[in-house]
């Protein structure tokens, strides 16, 4: 995991997007915080973590899609920040 996948999983969790109910679209995961990236690097990183099962996919917000941290993604970022320590 990079440093962006660590920061777009922990943006969902702190956020409270953990089911399709509470979801949240790129726009708001990029306004979150400072990250210094295009919406675009980070849909496509979202996109990388839903193949893998650590992101899902919520409730339409209007046109755009949303997105939050699974129980595997939970577990997955559980981990890497136990690593870090």
């Known amino acids: ?41 980070i849909f496509k990183k979202v996109q990388d973590f839903e193949q893998s099962g650590y992101i899902g996919r919520g409730l339409k917000e209007g046109r755009a899609n949303t997105y939050f941290i699974t129980e595997d993604g939970l577990s997955y970022l559980e981990k890497e920040r136990g690593n870090k320590a």
Request: a negative charge; aromatic letters at 4%.
């Open 1 to 41: 995991m990079n440093r962006l996948g660590f920061i777009i999983l922990s943006i969902l969790g702190q956020n409270g997007a953990t089911n399709p109910f509470s979801a949240m679209t790129i726009r708001e995961i990029a306004s979150a915080e400072e990250l210094g990236m295009k919406e675009n690097t």
